[in-house]
């Protein structure tokens, strides 16, 4: 009887151990790979069809010469984004001259967006068997004036196009790769302290210690205090002020009360003449 009851105890046991090792093994199986981890082959004609990708997820897919590219990617505020591109050319013996090259990023109202860093257009000659593009991004903000272009949290989409070849090179098969990188940062970067004026004092005046003497005047100087002349050191008397334009609106106005007068007395003699005849 003691027998049969250590045996129960001891299979009740192994059947608890078994039951809580089982979690802990599912805990411990490595983990399946995430969809950001998965290639992404294809891409958008527009930004209504624009693929989307995930920071990091590469992108590798064939296409050909002439065709816009489209990818979408969400940014959150704080974030810097960057996007690097490469462009695997066609055969040389199949192309008739360089090309051009672009990669564009917009934010979620179709706003063309500047490049802080990187070579945003890059021209590939006849014999090059490839070019490299890349895009750095301003760090997105928490919020922007609505006058401003400020990048702001939200969808933004990269396109990728040619911009100037041959014509003859339309169509020639292409491969392109294209991974975006995301790198955080304060969400709130207004609260800065600029270090430097943006724009340096040119040209500027210095101060006089007490005694020091007044420099000369430099050639400008000169002609200024010509142009002005000597009654402008309040010396003058009652005629300092006078210039050309007060003789020209005092004669103006003498001219005016004369010929007011004349009119007036020549219309009233006229109409005493015409009252006195028959």
Not at 119 to 132: G, H, K, L, Y
Not at 254 to 270: D, E, I, K, N, P
């Amino acid at each position: 009887m003691r027998t049969a009851h250590l045996l129960y105890a001891t299979a009740t046991t192994a059947l608890l151990l078994a039951a809580s090792a089982a979690p802990a093994a599912a805990d411990t199986a490595s983990p399946s790979p995430s969809g950001s981890a998965e290639t992404v082959t294809r891409a958008g004609t527009s930004f209504l069809t624009a693929t989307t990708v995930q920071p990091g997820q590469q992108v590798q897919l064939s296409a050909s010469t002439g065709d816009y590219l489209y990818w979408s990617f969400a940014s959150a505020a704080g974030q810097t984004d960057s996007v690097a591109v490469t462009v695997t050319l066609p055969p040389t013996a199949n192309r008739h001259g360089a090309a051009t090259w672009t990669v564009d990023v917009f934010d979620g109202l179709r706003r063309r967006q500047a490049c802080t860093a990187g070579a945003q257009t890059a021209t590939a000659e006849a014999e090059a068997e490839s070019v490299s593009l890349d895009c750095t991004l301003r760090q997105v903000r928490s919020w922007a004036e609505p006058w401003s272009g400020d990048p702001l949290p939200g969808t933004y989409y990269v396109r990728l196009s040619v911009t100037d070849l041959p014509e003859t090179d339309l169509g020639l098969p292409i491969q392109a790769e294209m991974r975006i990188a995301s790198k955080g940062g304060d969400a709130d970067p207004e609260g800065g302290d600029l270090k430097a004026p943006l724009v340096p004092a040119v040209n500027a005046g210095a101060t006089l210690a007490p005694g020091d003497a007044v420099p000369s005047p430099g050639p400008s100087s000169s002609v200024s205090a010509a142009g002005a002349g000597s009654d402008d050191d309040g010396k003058g008397g009652w005629f300092s002020g006078l210039t050309s334009r007060w003789f020209w609106t005092a004669g103006g106005g003498v001219l005016a009360a004369l010929l007011g007068v004349a009119g007036y007395s020549l219309t009233r003699h006229r109409h005493g003449w015409f009252s006195a005849r028959p």
